[in-house]
């Protein structure tokens, strides 16, 4: 698994197209795609607003580390940084911004690199 973090619209899903030489048609946008989808794309993008509605569906969207490592463990993971700026004042907000910090160290944790894109630049923080 290769994780790809960073800021809102800062090329991280262009990034990882040029980079990894991955086509539209391969990705998958976590916003709204099936687990069918999920399981068997090169790329999920938009990963933190997959954590977003399985909470809003009532749903625990802790154990996707495991889940993903099973179904699809050679996807790239594209998610926003979500712990920098002003802390939400509503508190689904700040549950949901917390969930998916820790969903993403673990993250972390499991794949093999991982990589920050700041302006449209990645940089490898981890490879093993």
């Given at each position: 698994m290769i994780l790809v973090t960073?800021?809102?619209f800062e090329g991280k899903k262009e990034y990882v197209a040029s980079r990894f030489q991955i086509a539209a048609e391969e990705m998958a946008d976590g916003e709204h795609c099936s687990w069918q989808e999920i399981a068997s794309c090169r790329c999920l993008y938009h990963f933190h607003l997959l954590v977003r509605r399985m909470m809003q569906n009532g749903e625990d969207p802790f154990d996707l580390c495991d889940?993903?490592?099973?179904?699809?463990?050679n996807v790239i993971i594209v998610t926003n940084e979500l712990g920098y700026?002003?802390?939400p004042m509503e508190r689904f907000d700040r549950e949901y911004r917390e969930k998916c910090g820790r969903i993403c160290c673990e993250l972390a944790k499991?794949?093999?690199?991982?990589?920050r894109?700041?302006?449209g630049i990645g940089e490898v923080?981890?490879?093993?």
């Open positions: 960073g800021g809102a889940l993903l490592m099973e179904e699809n463990p700026g002003i802390v499991e794949a093999n690199e991982v990589h894109v700041v302006c923080i981890k490879h093993a």
